[in-house]
């Protein structure tokens, strides 16, 4: 935490440094237009900094996760020194990017204007067969999987994200506890809650971890 409030503060620093050196220079006043330019330069670095920190905190669930599971194998001891812990982290980030692929799957197909096209297409020029009572179940089921072909691909892919964010919850819940005593935690939060039981830091690396790679992907 304290590296990003350094990072942020050496932003800000430049750019006062920035708006001194020019005023030094005996440009006088800055134009409107610049002003604005380093004023967005500014902000994109405040917003680089924080993108930086949602996305380490979105890996570390899964380089833990990673270790715990390397550490309770026979070669244990080997992802402890600094080599093997080199690997366990870069196991864990690359089960990180393909969950976040997984993840913003549906919305990279949406961005794509020909897949939409090309979807588009096929659902228009599509042959729905009718169904009906006296069909053989077999029957039934191979005219449903036929009138469902053109959006097939996208439903799958809907529900693998549904799937890997269902996991990826998971894993922030062990890494950022909501609530106090874990699991008994939730069991008594459930029979009787109150609003002081939830750690609300946690809760919110939880809302981080789970929706800040699809934020910044929107964003930009």
Partial sequence: MMMWLLLIGFGCFLASYLLKKNDDMGTGELSA???RKIMLNILMFGLAVVAGFAIYLNINPYVDFVRVITA???WGWFFETGIGALITTFIGMFIWIVFQIFELLPEILKKD???IRNLIHNMENHIVL???SSDLPVIRELKRHHNNTPTRWYRIANRIRTGVYAADLLLCMFQYPPLEGG???VWLFLQA???SDINWINLLFVLITLFA???IYHAY
């Fill in 33 to 35: 237009h610049q002003r």
């Fill in 72 to 74: 309770s194998t026979n």
């Fill in 113 to 115: 204007m020909q897949t």
């Fill in 130 to 132: 009718p169904i009906f």
């Fill in 183 to 185: 699991v008994d935690g």
């Fill in 193 to 195: 809650g109150s609003f």
């Fill in 213 to 215: 790679v699809e934020t």
